[in-house]
């Protein structure tokens, strides 16, 4: 019988794309073809059992003879994720979602392109992730939450209901958001904290409850 996944490559090559290769392998939707790398260092090694083609512009300049166009982004610092994730749909590359067979999944919920839900998540009903965003080891998000492009609620993080986390914002681990709080753009909750209040863009908070952060 034919091998009918689809064929995609990982961009990246680090210890979160381990995790990312994991989620992949046990999906089972799609079929590793290689791995891609802006650290020259890299470049015709193997890593975690896949080879590393090259970098962003060997995408470019190979892309007739490459196997697939489509792909994933494991990185988990957010700008730079987001920024690569931009290249390549700009280069005419397709981002795929990832999920973890044993996430749970409620009725309603939308996962945008780009992104990663990793083992042991909870998503609940009508929640929408936006693209290139990372749900990490069992973190869970609650109903009619909206988590915004290139977010990362980090591992053993908790969103309540109806929680709003702007674009490019870091949950740090075994963080709790109570319901109803709106985290705004590029915000950082440090890990551990308990948030009880709105926060505006670009504000650092830490503690429980968190405080801002100068």
């Known amino acids: 019988m034919l091998d009918e996944k689809e064929s ?4 990246g090559a680090s210890g ?3 995790v990312v290769i994991d989620a992949i392998e046990k999906q089972g939707a799609f079929k590793i073809a290689f791995l891609i790398d802006d650290n020259k260092a890299l470049w015709g090694q193997d890593f975690y059992g896949y080879p590393v083609y090259g970098g962003r512009e060997t995408l470019v ?3 007739q003879e490459i196997l697939t166009d489509r792909g994933i982004v494991a990185i988990g610092e957010n700008n730079i994720r987001l920024k690569v994730a931009e290249w390549l749909v700009k280069n005419g590359f397709k981002l795929v979602s990832v999920i973890h067979p044993s ?5 309603g919920v939308k996962v945008g392109r780009g992104s990663v ?3 042991g998540c909870i998503i609940n009903s009508d929640a929408v992730i936006g693209e290139n965003a990372i749900i990490n080891t ?12 290139g977010v990362h609620i980090a591992p053993g993080s908790h969103l309540c209901g109806n929680v709003q986390v702007g674009e490019g914002s870091l949950i740090g681990a075994a963080s709790v958001i109570t319901p109803g709080i709106s985290i ?3 915000v950082v909750v440090g890990a551990g904290s308990t948030v009880i209040k709105n926060v505006n863009e670009n504000e650092k908070v830490v503690g429980s409850p968190a405080r801002i952060v100068k």
């Open 184 to 186: 705004g753009n590029g």
């Open 16 to 18: 979160h794309a381990k």
């Open 103 to 107: 996430v749970q999944i409620a009725r």
């Open 8 to 11: 995609i490559f990982v961009f």
């Open 117 to 119: 839900i990793m083992a």
């Open 138 to 149: 069992a973190a869970t998000v609650d109903h009619d939450c909206a988590v915004g492009n």
């Open 61 to 63: 300049a190979e892309s």
